[in-house]
């Protein structure tokens, strides 16, 4: 065999492993995102999960209408969300938190397409940490406000009312059972947003 030859053989597998065809990882299927991406959909889903308890509150809120007869038709005593200023507060909080809710779907769908976007995860972080406070403070301040109507304040000479309006009561204290179990939804969707962020 001539020299030639020889290094004609020599360079042979060199050329055939330059020219092999490179294997190239598509981004979206990388294993290391499949963290990232399961605590996205689960974000994805507890945000559906909260729109249902914020959007009750917010409706059972804003119909809770009672009107008590007294002897007479004419001689009547009403209560109404509105004649309170602690339930509007909740109520309009509520619809706030609900609305928000269906807003940042498409951001968290994008999220869990994208889990590398932290930009987009700051983002409802920071948003979610403004509903944690608003909807604690609205569902703090209907609570006492339903506390005093179930109890009354013998101090202070306040009767309570839910012996008489019992309607109004219920679907007062039933909004903000489901407004503060939106608040737990809402802590957990924060905690999850900084383990992300903290991951990345």
Request: glycine fraction near 6%; charged fraction near 15%.
């Amino acid at each position: 065999m001539s020299t030639s030859e020889a290094g004609a053989a020599g360079k042979a597998p060199t050329t055939a492993a330059t020219t092999a065809p490179r294997k190239t990882g598509v981004p979206f299927f990388r294993r290391a995102d499949r963290g990232s991406r399961c605590v996205a959909l689960i974000d994805f889903v507890l945000r559906i999960a909260a729109f249902g308890p914020t959007l009750a509150a917010a409706i059972a809120t804003a119909t809770s209408d009672e009107t008590l007869s007294v002897f007479t038709q004419f001689f009547q005593f009403r209560a109404r969300f509105d004649d309170f200023p602690a339930f509007l507060f909740f109520m309009v909080a509520n619809a706030i938190a609900a609305g928000y809710l269906v807003l940042s779907l498409p951001f968290s769908a994008v999220v869990v397409l994208r889990p590398q976007a932290t930009g987009l995860r700051l983002l409802l972080l920071v948003c979610d940490t403004i509903m944690v406070g608003l909807l604690t403070a609205a569902a703090a301040a209907a609570a006492a406000i339903v506390d005093m109507a179930h109890s009354g304040n013998l101090r202070a000479n306040w009767v309570p009312i839910c012996m008489q309006f019992h309607g109004f009561c219920q679907r007062t204290s039933g909004a903000v059972v489901a407004s503060f179990l939106a608040v737990l939804v809402f802590i957990f969707l924060v905690i999850l947003a900084a383990f992300a962020i903290r991951k990345r």
